[in-house]
T-cell receptor, first 112, second 115 residues
Framework: DTAVSQTPKYLVTQMGNDKSIKCEQNLGHDTMYWYKQDSKKFLKIMFSYNNKELIINETVPNRFSPKSPDKAHLNLHINSLELGDSAVYFC???????????FGPGTRLTVL | AQSVTQLGSHVSVSEGALVLLRCNYSSSVPPYLFWYVQYPNQGLQLLLKYTTGATLVKGINGFEAEFKKSETSFHLTKPSAHMSDAAEYFCAVSPPEAAGNKLTFGGGTRVLVKP
């Protein structure tokens, strides 16, 4: 009965690799987000999609490419990983007319 | 642009004592306000939110917060701390208009509860 799920939970990889993180929500929401939490616990919005359409892109390097195959899924692909990409990435979702965002458990990415 | 300031990155309280976490925001229009809690190695869980109406809002786990427009504050309180309250707490704001509705977070406050 998981509401917002992310895979994988942990991801360890080498610099220069390409990796993807997947997010799925079964809440029937139509707006989804990616947030990045750095090592100091600071959280910042990266992207938002509404009904598969990109509506927020917060000056994120173009090595990061979100993809929304349908409104229940929002994946994050990262090319040419750098050390500074190490962080916890959270997916969240919201009903378009709603206010509250519901967060997934996070994916801890470690770039070596 | 919106911003959120949480005073105190760490707060230590004794079990049974009052918990007070401070949050001040900056916004050109009164925003929606949220408190989220993050337990170790977990995602964020909504504690409570303010959108409109009564300025004192009650949330889960005995927490409440009061929106004070004149002070641009949304401080979080709990009368009696429990060991299970040890976690990281985040104050966040979002613009009242529906488009995007992105959350802007404060830096977080880690709460330590002493027995």
């Amino acid at each position: 009965d998981t509401a917002v799920s992310q895979t994988p939970k942990y991801l360890v990889t080498q610099m220069g690799n390409d990796k993807s993180i997947k997010c799925e929500q079964n809440l029937g929401h139509d707006t989804m987000y990616w947030y990045k939490q750095d090592s100091k616990k600071f959280l910042k919005i990266m992207f938002s999609y509404n009904n598969k359409e990109l509506i927020i892109n917060e000056t994120v390097p173009n090595r990061f490419s979100p993809k929304s195959p349908d409104k229940a899924h929002l994946n994050l692909h990262i090319n040419s990983l750098e050390l500074g990409d190490s962080a916890v990435y959270f997916c969240a979702s919201r009903l378009q007319q709603g206010v509250t965002q519901y967060f997934g458990p996070g994916t801890r990415l470690t770039v070596l | 642009a919106q911003s959120v300031t949480q005073l105190g990155s760490h707060v230590s309280v004794s079990e049974g004592a009052l918990v007070l976490l401070r949050c001040n925001y900056s916004s050109s229009v009164p925003p929606y306000l949220f408190w989220y809690v993050q337990y170790p190695n977990q995602g964020l869980q909504l504690l409570l939110k303010y959108t409109t109406g009564a300025t004192l809002v009650k949330g889960i786990n005995g927490f409440e917060a009061e929106f004070k427009k004149s002070e641009t504050s949304f401080h979080l309180t709990k009368p009696s701390a429990h060991m299970s309250d040890a976690a990281e707490y985040f104050c966040a704001v979002s613009p009242p208009e529906a488009a995007g509705n992105k959350l802007t977070f404060g830096g977080g406050t880690r709460v330590l509860v002493k027995p």
